[in-house]
């Protein structure tokens, strides 16, 4: 059974940090793109950063700076750095996993993440 499973989301203050991580099961974790992805409440779901298996990052331009994006093969584990977060940084953050052959996707059942003093 495939799971995605996200943790360290809470309440963080402005200019703080935050690390987020998520334990994949059931997936042949090497040969997957990871990424982390964002949505509020009746918005479309966003891309943060993402992490292809050869350790390719991309960023988006408004995390560009303040987040980083890293894999731990061994642990089976994506983790998503957060610096100097914003107020606007609130969101419910999720964990994809996409494989880069079968372009199968998963997603984690998201962690929120409030940036409020």
């Known amino acids: 059974q495939v799971r995605l499973v996200e943790s360290g989301g809470g309440l963080v203050q402005p200019g703080g940090s935050l690390r987020l991580s998520c334990a994949a099961f059931?997936?042949?974790?090497?040969?997957?793109?990871l990424g982390w992805y964002r949505q509020t409440p009746g918005n479309q779901r966003e891309l943060v950063a993402s992490i292809t298996s050869l350790g390719d990052i991309t960023y988006a331009d408004f995390v560009k700076g303040r987040f980083t994006i890293s894999r731990d093969n061994a642990k089976l584990t994506v983790y998503l750095q957060m610096n100097s977060v914003k107020p606007e940084d609130t969101d419910v953050y999720y964990c994809n996993a996409e494989d880069q052959y079968t372009k199968t996707q998963h997603w984690g059942q998201g962690t929120q993440v409030t940036i409020s003093s």
């Open positions: 059931g997936i042949v974790f090497e040969t997957n793109t």
